[in-house]
């Protein structure tokens, strides 16, 4: 199966192919390095006048394409490193996200913000966070993490060609490199897996064999594939049966999949590497709280710290497979 | 002889006086008609025109302080007084489609721009007959290619890019972006100045610089020369010291002009004084300098010499109806309601 960096890196060449308004702004994305990470290797042979390599301004980046998307284009930042959004806060939060609303619907700003986030590379603390917290609950702006199930390719297409817009799309950067995976196959094996929605689909993965699921997992981008491992070892090792329930988008909360589990389980365990402190997980676990009286809660997150260039450090900051599967125990205690 | 009649139907004729000027051709092969030199005459058409835009500005800015300080208005809102001989000259030599990204002090470009005053008015009030339906309020407008947002800096990237989207449709309007000397502070300029000279962007940054960021003067605010930071990028600066819209507008026209023709930005740097407070009543500066500085510096007290008495009573009466019509409708409009 093709990575999540490949579909990404397809879903651009055919969008730019089949649309004369797409554009790509960002730093170092010409070829032949084709972007720190990659994704837009060979854009900028096949389509020089659309793809723009920027000076280092990440404010100017989405601050053009804001004004780019007003005017009838379809505009497509890359910011090189997630930890750098806040350089763009103002022009996601008090530009993009505002302009519909507050210009009375009049306009439409049909932008993407790509930013790859996300630790375990020893990237250190200002390369290697998960800022996108920061970003939920804007009004105006959507948030959106692909993953190895929903193609990544469908999302990036559907947020660039079918969206009004704006969006931050979140890449964390440890799933460039997985394969998408196959119902039936692999990790999917024993899993049963429910769509839900068809823009931004979010997902109930639960094991065939088990007719009563323990527990519930909510989790999106890089996380589900610790979330998935930790429900195949909690599964064989310890039976206790998990549902996963996988987000795409996080932004606006759509969390009536999430409802319809925890009803059933009455035990959520959110994963996520941002911090723990207020984060998505937080909020999250209120809503369901709200709908499933003396629900179990617990959250696995990263420690309230800038995360630490030695492994040792980083790995000990967020969240580890072992600490997953410990605090999904507790909900059963 | 083309007469203005700008509220009502809600346009202004903005190029007035290119009719009667000999036609150029831009790099793009569209025809605009303009001629700098010709901006100096005086005819009565033009001088009446610019007094009548000037004067509008000033009333409006009047009547809603006014209404403030009545209590009549809630929420906020910064008057352009002192600097509308800026707005009258930018907008007689403007393109009709040109793309305007203002600022706070947004109400004399808007108006200047062939902006309805009523509709100005009820966005005042918040009512739902706004310009946006009472969601933005004074300084979040938008009609037509005319946008403004209240946050310094940010604005001029995103006019950056409406200047590029011009560019790539090759379109012949250009962007213009008002910023003040406070907005100099702001590093998001500095990164739009850069970018619109790297990549050759059809936009004319516009500073008005009155001398104060709020409160704050500018000799503690801005090092060094204006002109010289655009300079410093490669892009050509123009720069006019005046409240005398006749001296400002050729300096206005040339800087269009060479944006619309080079394909290239320019800066635009007009000196002017603010005679209002920054925003309602928070000036802390001293009255009698203000007052010496209304006494020079008033643009309207410097080209009403410029006509007749019977014009100026025409204007007077005028500009008076059109600013009582729109505060008096506007005020029995309705509140919006959340949907």
Same mark, same amino acid.
Request: with cysteine.
């Given at each position: 199966?093709?990575?999540?960096?490949?579909?990404?890196? #397809?879903?651009?060449?055919?969008?730019?192919?089949?649309?004369?308004?797409?554009?790509?702004?960002?730093? =170092?994305?010409?070829?032949?390095?084709?972007?720190?990470?990659?994704?837009?290797?060979?854009?900028?042979?096949?389509? &020089?006048?659309?793809?723009?390599?920027?000076?280092?301004?990440?404010?100017?980046?989405?601050?053009? @394409?804001?004004?780019?998307?007003?005017?009838?284009?379809?505009?497509?930042?890359?910011?090189?490193?997630?930890?750098?959004?806040?350089?763009? %806060?103002?022009?996601?939060?008090?530009?993009?996200?505002?302009?519909?609303?507050?210009?009375?619907?009049?306009?439409?700003?049909?932008?993407?913000?790509?930013?790859?986030?996300?630790? +375990?590379?020893?990237?250190?603390?200002?390369?290697?966070?998960?800022?996108?917290?920061?970003?939920?609950?804007?009004?105006?702006? +959507?948030?959106? %993490?692909?993953?190895?199930?929903? =193609?990544?390719?469908?999302?990036?297409?559907?947020?660039?060609?079918?969206?009004?817009?704006?969006?931050?799309?979140?890449?964390?950067?440890?799933?460039?490199? @997985?394969?998408? /995976?196959?119902? !039936?196959?692999?990790?999917?094996?024993?899993?049963?897996?429910?769509?839900?929605?068809?823009?931004?689909? *979010?997902?109930?993965?639960?094991?065939?064999?088990?007719?009563?699921?323990?527990?519930?997992?909510?989790?999106?981008?890089?996380?589900?594939?610790?979330?998935?491992?930790?429900?195949?070892?909690?599964?064989?090792?310890?039976?206790?049966?998990?549902?996963?329930?996988?987000?795409?988008?996080?932004?606006?909360?759509?969390?009536?999949?999430?409802?319809?589990?925890?009803?059933?389980?009455?035990?959520?365990?959110?994963?996520?590497?941002?911090?723990?402190?207020?984060?998505?997980?937080?909020?999250?676990?209120?809503?369901?709280?709200?709908?499933?009286?003396?629900?179990?809660?617990?959250? *696995?997150?990263?420690?309230?710290?800038?995360?630490?260039? %030695?492994?040792?450090?980083?790995?000990?900051?967020? &969240?580890? /497979?072992?600490?997953?599967?410990?605090?999904?125990?507790?909900?059963?205690? | 002889?083309?007469?203005?009649?700008?509220?009502?139907?809600?346009?202004?004729?903005?190029?007035?006086?290119?009719?009667?000027?000999?036609?150029?051709?831009?790099?793009?092969?569209?025809?605009?008609? @303009?001629?700098?030199?010709?901006?100096?005459?005086? /005819?009565?058409?033009?001088?009446?025109?610019?007094?009548? @835009?000037?004067?509008?500005?000033?009333?409006?800015?009047?009547?809603?302080?006014?209404?403030?300080?009545?209590?009549?208005?809630?929420?906020?809102?910064?008057?352009?007084?002192?600097?509308?001989?800026?707005? $009258?000259?930018?907008?007689?030599?403007?393109?009709?489609?040109?793309?305007?990204?203002?600022?706070?002090?947004?109400?004399?470009?808007?108006?200047?721009?062939?902006?309805?005053?009523?509709? /100005?008015?009820?966005?005042?009030?918040?009512?739902?007959?706004?310009?946006?339906?009472?969601?933005?309020?004074?300084?979040?407008?938008?009609?037509?290619?005319?946008?403004?947002? !209240?946050?310094?800096?940010?604005?001029?990237?995103?006019?950056?890019?409406?200047?590029?989207?011009?560019?790539?449709?090759?379109?012949?309007?250009?962007?213009?972006?008002?910023?003040?000397?406070?907005?100099?502070?702001?590093?998001?300029?500095?990164?739009?100045?850069?970018?619109?000279?790297?990549?050759?962007?059809?936009?004319?940054?516009?500073?008005?610089?009155?001398?104060?960021?709020?409160?704050?003067?500018?000799?503690?605010?801005?090092?060094?020369?204006?002109?010289?930071?655009?300079? %410093? #990028?490669?892009?050509?600066?123009?720069?006019? =010291?005046?409240?005398?819209?006749?001296?400002?507008?050729?300096?206005?026209?040339?800087?269009?002009?060479?944006? +619309?023709?080079?394909?290239?930005?320019?800066?635009?740097?007009?000196?002017?004084?603010?005679? $209002?407070?920054?925003?309602?009543?928070?000036?802390? +500066?001293?009255?009698?300098?203000?007052?010496?500085?209304?006494?020079?510096? =008033?643009?309207?007290?410097?080209?009403?010499?410029?006509?007749?008495?019977?014009?100026?009573?025409?204007?007077?009466?005028?500009?008076?109806?059109?600013?009582?019509?729109?505060?008096?409708?506007?005020?029995?409009?309705?509140? &919006?309601?959340?949907?």
């Amino acid at each position: 199966m093709p990575t999540v960096l490949e579909r990404l890196n #397809f879903a651009l060449q055919h969008v730019m192919e089949t649309d004369q308004r797409v554009y790509l702004l960002g730093e =170092d994305i010409l070829d032949p390095y084709g972007g720190a990470f990659k994704v837009t290797r060979g854009l900028s042979t096949r389509f &020089p006048e659309r793809v723009l390599t920027t000076p280092i301004s990440e404010s100017a980046i989405v601050g053009i @394409c804001n004004g780019m998307a007003m005017r009838g284009l379809r505009p497509v930042a890359e910011i090189m490193f997630g930890d750098f959004v806040t350089l763009i %806060a103002d022009q996601l939060i008090n530009h993009a996200a505002k302009f519909r609303w507050m210009y009375n619907d009049q306009v439409r700003v049909p932008l993407v913000v790509r930013a790859p986030m996300g630790g +375990r590379r020893g990237y250190g603390p200002t390369h290697s966070q998960s800022l996108e917290k920061l970003f939920l609950g804007v009004p105006g702006l +959507r948030v959106i %993490a692909p993953n190895s199930l929903a =193609d990544p390719a469908d999302l990036l297409e559907s947020a660039i060609l079918q969206d009004e817009g704006p969006i931050l799309f979140i890449e964390h950067k440890l799933l460039y490199t @997985c394969p998408l /995976l196959e119902a !039936g196959k692999g990790d999917l094996a024993d899993l049963q897996i429910e769509k839900i929605g068809l823009q931004n689909p *979010a997902y109930i993965l639960r094991f065939t064999a088990s007719a009563q699921a323990d527990l519930t997992i909510a989790a999106y981008g890089y996380n589900f594939e610790l979330a998935r491992a930790a429900a195949l070892k909690l599964a064989y090792e310890y039976e206790v049966f998990a549902e996963i329930v996988l987000f795409s988008q996080l932004s606006p909360f759509e969390l009536s999949p999430l409802f319809d589990s925890v009803r059933r389980t009455k035990r959520l365990l959110t994963v996520e590497e941002g911090t723990l402190t207020l984060g998505w997980g937080a909020e999250v676990a209120a809503q369901a709280a709200s709908v499933v009286p003396n629900l179990k809660i617990r959250r *696995a997150a990263a420690l309230d710290l800038p995360i630490g260039n %030695a492994k040792t450090l980083e790995d000990a900051i967020l &969240p580890s /497979l072992d600490k997953i599967i410990q605090l999904a125990l507790e909900t059963r205690a | 002889m083309i007469r203005t009649v700008w509220f009502g139907s809600g346009e202004f004729v903005r190029l007035l006086l290119c009719y009667i000027m000999p036609a150029v051709t831009n790099t793009q092969g569209i025809m605009y008609i @303009c001629d700098c030199d010709g901006y100096n005459s005086n /005819l009565m058409t033009q001088n009446y025109d610019l007094f009548r @835009c000037m004067l509008l500005i000033r009333q409006f800015e009047e009547r809603a302080l006014a209404e403030f300080s009545a209590g009549k208005l809630f929420g906020t809102t910064h008057a352009y007084i002192g600097q509308e001989a800026d707005a $009258a000259a930018i907008f007689s030599v403007a393109g009709p489609d040109d793309i305007v990204w203002s600022n706070h002090r947004c109400h004399g470009h808007f108006l200047a721009y062939g902006g309805d005053p009523y509709k /100005l008015a009820a966005e005042l009030m918040g009512k739902a007959t706004g310009l946006v339906g009472g969601r933005g309020g004074s300084q979040h407008i938008h009609w037509r290619n005319f946008y403004s947002n !209240g946050i310094q800096g940010g604005i001029v990237p995103v006019a950056t890019g409406m200047a590029l989207a011009q560019k790539v449709q090759k379109s012949a309007n250009i962007a213009m972006v008002f910023c003040g000397d406070g907005t100099l502070g702001e590093g998001t300029l500095y990164e739009s100045l850069n970018i619109a000279a790297l990549w050759h962007l059809p936009i004319l940054f516009i500073v008005e610089d009155n001398h104060y960021a709020q409160t704050t003067p500018i000799e503690k605010g801005v090092s060094g020369s204006i002109p010289a930071r655009f300079e %410093a #990028f490669g892009i050509k600066a123009f720069e006019q =010291d005046s409240s005398d819209v006749l001296i400002l507008r050729p300096t206005a026209c040339e800087a269009f002009q060479y944006v +619309r023709n080079h394909g290239q930005p320019a800066g635009l740097i007009l000196h002017t004084y603010r005679f $209002a407070a920054h925003s309602k009543g928070d000036d802390p +500066r001293d009255r009698e300098t203000i007052a010496k500085l209304r006494a020079e510096f =008033d643009p309207l007290s410097i080209h009403a010499p410029r006509l007749s008495s019977a014009e100026l009573e025409q204007a007077e009466a005028e500009v008076a109806a059109v600013i009582d019509d729109a505060f008096q409708r506007a005020y029995a409009d309705p509140f &919006p309601l959340l949907q």
